[in-house]
């Protein structure tokens, strides 16, 4: 059956610190991997998308990687601040083509000042 | 503000009573989605819409469950009789299909209760 399995472990980094998540997935053949950040309350915020045919992507502190032969990306935030604490969610189309997204069930980083 | 909008925020209910939801999409966005999210899960899909034509219903969790879009703006979401198991967060999204984008914008949800 189809999986997609984040860090089962909350993460707790030091401020100024790298934060890294891994998601992985079994049995689904993406043609993308987006990441999405949800605060307590509210809905998931998109941040990045890399495409089955980039290994690495970037936006300002954040930094994602796409193996597919591993099937598995990781997330980073670098320099990490407060503010960045929440659940990060990746997501991965249903693979027909037709922008249905499939989540993970999140990992909730906490970064300490 | 013109991003994806739910309501009601809240809704607490009896086991066996009728709720709909509401969301308000951005406005140029033609394609509009629905999730629900339980406690430490991510969101899971249910139905979407491209303009006013659901494309997909299998993935609803029950035939309590309906959703429509009646002219290809607002969507509505209904679940009839409903159960304690039906208690979690529904979220709305919206999408612009055919220019290259993929990111869907989420609503803040709305939290269902089912006492």
Redesign the interface.
């Given at each position: 059956s189809q999986k997609?399995e984040q860090n089962s472990e909350a993460l707790n980094i030091q401020e100024g610190k790298t934060a890294t998540l891994t998601c992985n997935y079994t049995n689904y053949s993406p043609a993308?991997l987006?990441w999405?950040r949800q605060d307590p309350?509210?809905?998931?915020?998109?941040l990045l998308?890399i495409r089955e045919n980039e290994k690495e992507k970037r936006k300002e502190r954040l930094k994602v990687t796409f193996d597919t032969t591993l099937k598995q990306s990781l997330f980073h935030i670098t320099a990490s601040q407060p503010a960045d604490s929440a659940t990060y969610?990746c997501?991965l189309?249903?693979g027909s083509n037709?922008?249905?997204?499939?989540?993970?069930?999140?990992t909730t980083v906490t970064v300490r000042a | 503000d013109t991003g994806v909008s739910q309501d009601p925020r809240h809704k607490i209910t009896k086991r066996g009573q009728n709720v709909t939801f509401r969301c308000d999409p951005i406005s140029e966005h033609n394609r509009l989605y629905w999730y629900r999210q339980t406690l430490g899960q991510g969101p899971e899909f249910l139905t979407y819409f491209q303009n006013e034509a659901q494309l997909e219903k299998s993935r609803l969790l029950s035939d309590r469950f309906s959703a429509e879009r009646p002219k290809g703006s607002f969507s509505t979401l209904e679940i009839q009789r409903t159960e304690q198991g039906d208690s979690a967060m529904y979220l709305c999204a919206s999408s612009l299909v055919g220019g290259g984008s993929y990111e869907q914008y989420f609503g803040p949800g709305t939290r269902l209760t089912v006492t």
């Amino acid at each position: 059956s189809q999986k997609i399995e984040q860090n089962s472990e909350a993460l707790n980094i030091q401020e100024g610190k790298t934060a890294t998540l891994t998601c992985n997935y079994t049995n689904y053949s993406p043609a993308y991997l987006q990441w999405y950040r949800q605060d307590p309350g509210r809905g998931p915020v998109f941040l990045l998308l890399i495409r089955e045919n980039e290994k690495e992507k970037r936006k300002e502190r954040l930094k994602v990687t796409f193996d597919t032969t591993l099937k598995q990306s990781l997330f980073h935030i670098t320099a990490s601040q407060p503010a960045d604490s929440a659940t990060y969610l990746c997501a991965l189309d249903l693979g027909s083509n037709d922008y249905k997204l499939s989540f993970g069930a999140g990992t909730t980083v906490t970064v300490r000042a | 503000d013109t991003g994806v909008s739910q309501d009601p925020r809240h809704k607490i209910t009896k086991r066996g009573q009728n709720v709909t939801f509401r969301c308000d999409p951005i406005s140029e966005h033609n394609r509009l989605y629905w999730y629900r999210q339980t406690l430490g899960q991510g969101p899971e899909f249910l139905t979407y819409f491209q303009n006013e034509a659901q494309l997909e219903k299998s993935r609803l969790l029950s035939d309590r469950f309906s959703a429509e879009r009646p002219k290809g703006s607002f969507s509505t979401l209904e679940i009839q009789r409903t159960e304690q198991g039906d208690s979690a967060m529904y979220l709305c999204a919206s999408s612009l299909v055919g220019g290259g984008s993929y990111e869907q914008y989420f609503g803040p949800g709305t939290r269902l209760t089912v006492t």
